[in-house]
C-alpha cells in the first residue's frame, strides 16, 4: 500500500473491516452447516424431526389383521373366554410373518405353560374376580403332571373354556 | 517496515493501491463469499421422509387412561412395545409396578424385569393388606421438566400433545433423564441418546392405536382423542374419579388413572 494512497493512514479500519466480513462469513457459512434446515419451523426443534418420528414402520397389525388369513381361529379365539387376547402377545408381531401381504416366516407357536401363568397364576395383586389358579394344585386336582405344557392336556389356549 | 511492505506492494502488482482497487477487491471477495453460500444453501441434504397418510396434528390432542383396577400384570404391553419401538434389552419404555401396601401404609414395589416376563408369587403376603399393579410409561407432561432442559432443542412437543425427542439431534448429556420426576425417559443402551416413551407417535398419526393399548388382555391402558367428541375417553374423564401421578409438581401430566392408591408415586 503506497504511503501516499488516502487508505495507508486508515490501514487498522481496513484490516477491522476484513476481519469483522471474515468473521460474518464465517457465522453464516457456520449457520448454513451446522442449523438443521427444518429448525425453528414448528418450535425451537427440528420440524423435520416429526416426520421421521411418524414414518417409522408399524410392527402389530392387530387381531383383525390377523383373521384377514386365520378367520377360523379368530372366530374361536371370540368365542369361548379368550375374547380379549391378542394373536400377536402369545405368537409375534405380525411384521415378523407378514411383509407386503406375503408370508416371510411361520409364526412361533409357544405351547408353553409359561405364558399361561402370565396371567393365570394365582397373585394377589390381581383383580380378584379375574380367573386365576395356582397350577401345580389345579393340574394335580384334575389327575394330571406338572410339566412345561401341562395346560394344554385339558385347555385349546384359543378356546379355552 | 513500512518501506519494505511498499516495496513488496509496488513490485507485486506494479500499480498504486488506491480506495478504488481496495473497495473493488472487497467487492469481488464479498461477491465470492456470497455465491460460496448460496452454494452451500442449495447442497443436498438428508431428505425428510415423506408419508402418504394426511395428518393434522391441530386437530388432535392425544390422552390416556390407566385403569390399575384391570391391570392383570401380564406384562404383554412391555414386549409389545419392546418389539413395536425397537427397545433395548434392559431399557423400558413402558413397565409394570406391583405394589403392596402393608398395615403401616408402606408400599412395597416391585418390577421384575419391567414385568415383561410377568410376575411370581411372593409367600410373605401375609402383612400386606391390599396388593395392585400399575402400569407406567411417559406421562407425556404438558408442562414437561425434561423438554425445559434440554439445551440443545432435542426434546419438544408435538402440537398434538406428545413430547418426542430427536436422536439425531440429541447429544446424549442425560438432562432430561435427571429432570423426569417419574423416572419415565433413559439413555438408550444402542443409540447413547435419550428414549422415552413416543405414544407410538408412528401409529397413532397413522390411525392406529399404540402397541401397548393394541395387545392390553383387559382393557386396562386406553388411549383417546380430546378434541374428538365421540371418543369414549372424553366420556370417562368427565364422569369417573382420576388422578395423575404426583400432582403436586405441577407438571400436567396427560396420562391419567383410575383406582390409583395415595401409595403410588
Known amino acids: 500500500m503506497n504511503s501516499e494512497s488516502p487508505l495507508w493512514h486508515a490501514k487498522h479500519v481496513v484490516r477491522a473491516f476484513l476481519a469483522l466480513i471474515v468473521l460474518l462469513i464465517a457465522l453464516v457459512l457456520g449457520r448454513q452447516f451446522l442449523v438443521p434446515d427444518s429448525w425453528g419451523r414448528s418450535g425451537w ?11 417409522f414402520p408399524l410392527r402389530h397389525g392387530g387381531n383383525a389383521s390377523c383373521g384377514e388369513c386365520h378367520d377360523d381361529i379368530l372366530a374361536e379365539l371370540t368365542d369361548a373366554g379368550h375374547a380379549g387376547v391378542r394373536c400377536e402377545g402369545c405368537h409375534a408381531p405380525l411384521a415378523l410373518h407378514v411383509s407386503d401381504g406375503d408370508k416371510i416366516a411361520d409364526m412361533p407357536v409357544r405351547r408353553e405353560t409359561s405364558l399361561c401363568v402370565r396371567c393365570h397364576q394365582a397373585l394377589d395383586a390381581r383383580p380378584t374376580d379375574f380367573p386365576q389358579v395356582h397350577p401345580r394344585e389345579h393340574v394335580s386336582e384334575q389327575g394330571g403332571e406338572f410339566g412345561p405344557d401341562a395346560c394344554f392336556e385339558c385347555h385349546n389356549p384359543h378356546a379355552p373354556l | 517496515m513500512p ?17 478504488r482497487s481496495v473497495l473493488k477487491q472487497l467487492t469481488v471477495l464479498g461477491t465470492a463469499v456470497a455465491g460460496g453460500a448460496a452454494v452451500g444453501l442449495i447442497l443436498p441434504r438428508d431428505a425428510a421422509a415423506t408419508l402418504t397418510e394426511p395428518y393434522d396434528w391441530t386437530r388432535h390432542r392425544w390422552v390416556y387412561l390407566i385403569d390399575t383396577r384391570k391391570c392383570i400384570g401380564c406384562g404383554f404391553c412391555v414386549g409389545a412395545c419392546r418389539q413395536e419401538n425397537e427397545v433395548p434389552h434392559g431399557n423400558y419404555r413402558t413397565w409394570i409396578e406391583r405394589y403392596r401396601i402393608n398395615s403401616e401404609g408402606e408400599a412395597h414395589v416391585d418390577s421384575p424385569l419391567g414385568g415383561e416376563r410377568g410376575f411370581e408369587r411372593i409367600r410373605d403376603s401375609g402383612h400386606f393388606g391390599k396388593a395392585f399393579f400399575v402400569p407406567k410409561l411417559c406421562n407425556q407432561c404438558a408442562a414437561s421438566p425434561c423438554s425445559q432442559v434440554c439445551p440443545v432443542g432435542a426434546s419438544y412437543s408435538t402440537r398434538d400433545g406428545v413430547v418426542l425427542v430427536d436422536a439425531e439431534h440429541c447429544i446424549g448429556c442425560g438432562y432430561c433423564v435427571q429432570a423426569c420426576p417419574y423416572g419415565s425417559r433413559f439413555m438408550n443402551h444402542d443409540t447413547h441418546t435419550a428414549d422415552k416413551c413416543t405414544w407410538c407417535y408412528h401409529r397413532l398419526t397413522r390411525g392406529e392405536t399404540t402397541a401397548c393399548v393394541g395387545i392390553c388382555p383387559t382393557g386396562a391402558r386406553i388411549i383417546g382423542d380430546r378434541e374428538d367428541p365421540d371418543d369414549p375417553i372424553n366420556h370417562i374423564l368427565a364422569t369417573e374419579r382420576i388422578q395423575v401421578l404426583q400432582p403436586e409438581l405441577l407438571t400436567k401430566p396427560q396420562c391419567y388413572y383410575q383406582g390409583l392408591d395415595q401409595g403410588v408415586r
Request: hydrophobic residues 20%.
Open chain 1, 45 to 55: 426443534y427440528r420440524a423435520d424431526n416429526v416426520t421421521e418420528q411418524r414414518a
Open chain 2, 3 to 19: 518501506t519494505r511492505k511498499r516495496d513488496q506492494a509496488t513490485s507485486r502488482g506494479g500499480g498504486q493501491v488506491t480506495r
